[in-house]
């Protein structure tokens, strides 16, 4: 990144034929594409870093990579045509010399930089043909009075120069607001130094300041930020929770609970203790008369489903109606059969809604939700249409709820609502996931939901053996596939993901069937994809969950959910092309008998680092909440928690992963605040959180 201020020029072009007051105007939407309208917005608008333009460097000193403040004269200054028009000078200053190049510039630059003019240049240096050089460096007259206080850099957007931006915030900064939002007591409690004074040390950081604690944020001014930022998300939880509170859902106490105990009676299992735990939570939520929010995490293969026929078998006890979703339709679809299973011999009528449908069952299925004769409906997204409409909706249960977007969760849980006004029912909500979110992050980012873990594996697992292989030893695991199925089971091969084209790896697959076929010519080779009929697919995983296919070669689609305790080997090919978490989630689809099961991931070489940093941790552990620290370690909160799209930094200043003590006491101070300042609880959130709301709420 070179020249932060070169786009200072842009914003000058089309502004000086415009009437004056158009000039604020144009910076005035500038501002605002960055959020800043009103003076409380500027003061914490805060610079992503700092430079520091307090000394003047001999050129002999400088080095590429990093930013440099020079003097000297201009003993060369050109119009080069090769390899395109550009401005070329360059400076000496007795100790050196350094190259200045534009690609874009003005006659005005040009003067700058006129042959003997003495200059002070700032900007990146890099490694150049002739010698070091700076593309589009600032330039100023040499001599001027240097600053004697580190130079913020503030995030800006395209035409808003800093010089603009920075003025804009200090005619703010003289008129906002900078009382304390915190009581005394909380900030000497945590060693908390006044906000207004963290603000102007940020925008103004003193002379004597350490350079490293501002660039670190380990400043107290910092800190300080961070805190307030961390309490303002704490608060704003707090308020959701206590807005669900005063919702409204139907208590579904499952009267009689007959349906919950002939259920009890009919599993072919006893359930493990964390299994009855849960169903214990789930049980006692659903039995108040404001809408559950709660989130059922478990590893792979813990056992999830069962618990969701428990709650969807209360619900129905209770007279309501119980929706299903899940994010493939082969998941849906192994759903409807597990639950018709459990479910129908109680006498409970199970719908099935996908996309796919025919327009005629379709047709069917929305009228018995509509009428209500169908208690349970399973199915896919196509359950969020608007046509659906449901007689008495009063429990949504979404599986693997990591998949869903946010828009998502938030449109199942309003299919409930009827529209009475303040009367409105919401159902209650259970999501799963298998998906482990650490403790942190949970705390900071899941708006209002409480938690419930199933911890422990159904007994007789064995944990799976991972054995990474490279892939020119693919005749060898060929062996191993072979001596699997000899021995009566069955195994999964993973087709590579092709980023690129899904037309692409749908060819992938394809291929990789046709080459299985005929490498083992005495197996049952099945092939399924996204993109095969429902009916087909349907067709394959029954033959392979009968046995009738031997190995089943997949894309991805059969990540999630997918239950054959026969099958114990799974090959991954190109593993190093997934992520964390699908390797995980894919491993997850062997170890459910109670047979060793192996993973076998094949990797073609050479591995990137990061590719080898996952290998490595997929091979060293099977717990999923380790594998979920490390992938949030390599992926970041936004992109692990999948809410890149919703366009809203999490976090601006603090980080959950580095910043987990000020995350605890933040939450205990929200408390604090709640209780006996709600007053200072108010301010802080106005000053934090608007427009940030909505978010939130999901
Ligand atoms: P997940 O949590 O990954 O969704 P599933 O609900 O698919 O797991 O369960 C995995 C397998 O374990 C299924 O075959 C299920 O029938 C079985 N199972 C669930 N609970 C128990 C239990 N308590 N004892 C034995 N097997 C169980
Ligand atoms: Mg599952």
Known sequence: MVAVTATGGKARGPARQQPAAKSGSLIERKLLHLGLRDPSDFVVHLPIRYEDETQVRPILSVYPGAPAQVEGEVIRSEVQFRPRRQLHAVIDDGTGQLALRWLNFYPSQQKQVAEGKRVRVRGEVRSGFGGYEMVHPRVTVAGAALPDALTPVYPTTDGLSQASLRKAIDQALGVADLSDTLPQEICERYGLIPFAEAIRVLHHPPPNVSYNQLIERGHPAWTRIKFDELLAQQLSLAAARAARRRQ?????????????????????????????????????????????????????????????????????????????????????????????????????????????????????????????????????????????????LGLVILDEQHRFGVGQRLELSRKGEDSEGSLAMLPHQLSMSATPIPRTLAM???????????????????????????????????????????????????????????????????????????????????????????????????????????????????????????????????????????????????????????????????????????????????????????????????????????????????????????????????????????????????????????????
């Open 444 to 698: 900071s980012f899941f708006a209002d939901l409480d938690v419930s873990v199933i911890d422990e594996l159904p007994p007789g697992r064995r944990p799976v053996l991972t054995k990474l292989v490279a892939d020119t030893r693919r005749d060898e695991v060929l062996g191993h596939v072979v001596a699997e199925v000899r021995q009566g089971r069955q195994a999964y091969w993973v087709c590579p993901l092709v980023e690129e084209s899904e037309a692409l790896q749908l060819q992938t697959a394809v291929d990789t069937h046709a080459r299985l076929v005929l490498a083992l010519p005495d197996m049952h080779v099945g092939l399924i994809h996204g993109r095969l009929p429902t009916a087909a697919k349907q067709q394959v995983m029954q033959d392979f969950r009968d046995g009738a296919v031997d190995l089943l070669v997949a894309t991805t689609v059969i990540e999630v959910g997918v239950d054959v305790p026969n099958a114990s080997l799974m090959i991954i090919e190109h593993a190093e092309r997934f992520g964390l978490a699908q390797l995980h989630q894919l491993r997850g689809r062997v170890g459910r008998g109670s047979r060793q099961s192996v993973c076998v991931l094949m990797y073609q070489a050479p591995l990137s680092a990061v590719a080898r940093q996952r290998l490595r941790a997929m091979y060293e552990t099977a717990d999923g909440f380790e594998i979920a620290r490390r992938d949030l370690e390599q992926r970041g909160p936004g992109e692990f928690l999948g809410v890149r799209q919703s366009g809203q930094e999490l976090l601006r200043f603090a980080s959950i992963e580095t910043d987990a003590m000020i995350v605890e006491q933040a939450q205990e101070a929200a408390r604090d605040l709640r209780d006996r300042y709600p007053e200072h609880a108010r301010a802080h959130l106005q000053r934090w959180m608007r427009g940030k709301q909505d978010f939130l709420r999901s």
């Open 248 to 392: 409204r859902a139907r208590p579904l106490a499952g009267d009689r609970g007959d349906l919950v105990q002939a259920l009890l009676r009919r599993l072919p299992f006893t359930l493990t203790a964390a299994q009855e735990r849960v169903i214990g939570e789930i049980s006692r939520d659903l039995s108040r008369s404001f809408p559950m929010h709660r989130l059922l995490q478990g590893d792979v293969g813990s056992g999830k489903t069962i618990v969701a026929a428990f709650a969807a078998a209360q619900a129905i006890s209770s007279k309501s109606q119980v929706a299903i979703m899940a994010p493939t339709e082969l998941l849906a679809e192994q759903h409807f059969q597990k639950l018709v299973g459990w479910l129908e011999p109680l006498g409970i009528t199970v719908a099935w809604l996908t996309g796919s449908l025919a327009a005629k069952a379709r047709k069917a299925a929305g009228e018995a939700i509509e009428s209500g004769r169908a208690q349970l409906v399973i199915g896919t997204q196509a359950l969020i249409q608007d046509k659906v409409s449901f007689a008495n």
